[in-house]
T-cell receptor, first 110, second 116 residues
């Protein structure tokens, strides 16, 4: 049973806001929600992590409803350089055994 | 401060040969993690090492694969007698001794192994 489910791909245009929703119906009490970004031929890069409600940093915002069965990564005003694969992970806070699924390929067009 | 350095970036091996992948962690980092990304799949954990110690190798195939992180020098992921199914991108990540988990780790650019 997959831990997370997210769309395979999303298209957007420069300057738009991109919202990627991830379902994690079986999230456990001690699990955190973490998002990574991966550019072609690069390793993944940590974007944001949260447990509940809303988390914001200089790159993105993460919205987590009270039941924590889903989460939404919000990328404000995307640019061409935001074209990448975005992964949603549900893991223990200190867990290093990360398991990445297929992710969501976000393509930003001019 | 250079990032995590992996070399070679691309490696081609014939079936039955050995592959050695190197990872130099960021300066001051003593924790190293290896991940593998098979074609059309996400990354999967392989092994977690600290200097001269293997902490967790539960993601490593039982045969032909080994990893080390010596006191001096880079971490090495070694694959003996490679087969076509070993073709993948291998990523290394490192984190400082005081890291609160993998989220403070930085990934390298990976080594793409092709077995012909």
């Amino acid at each position: 049973l997959a831990k997370t489910t997210q769309p395979i791909s999303m298209d957007s245009y420069e300057g738009q806001e991109v919202n990627i929703t991830c379902s994690h119906n079986n999230i456990a009490t001690n699990d955190y929600i973490t998002w990574y970004q991966q550019f072609p031929s690069q390793g993944p890069r940590f974007i944001i992590q949260g447990y509940k409600t809303k988390v914001t940093n200089e790159v993105a915002s993460l919205f987590i409803p009270a039941d924590r069965k889903s989460s939404t990564l919000s990328l404000p005003r995307v640019s061409l350089s935001d074209t990448a694969v975005y992964y949603c992970l549900v893991e223990l806070f200190n867990d290093y055994k990360l398991s990445f699924g297929a992710g969501t390929t976000v393509t930003v067009r001019a | 401060n250079a990032g995590v350095m992996q070399n070679p970036r691309h490696l081609v091996r014939r079936r039955g040969q050995e592959a050695r992948l190197r990872c130099s962690p960021m300066k001051g980092h003593s924790h190293v993690y290896w991940y593998r990304q098979l074609p059309e799949e996400g990354l999967k954990f392989m092994v977690y090492l600290q200097k001269e110690n293997i902490i967790d190798e539960s993601g490593m195939p039982k045969e032909r694969f080994s990893a080390e992180f010596p006191k001096e020098g880079p971490s090495i992921l070694r694959i003996q007698q490679v087969v076509r199914g070993d073709s993948a991108a291998y990523f290394c990540a490192s984190s400082p001794p005081t890291a609160q988990g993998i989220t403070e780790a930085f990934f390298g650019q990976g080594t793409r192994l092709t077995v012909v």
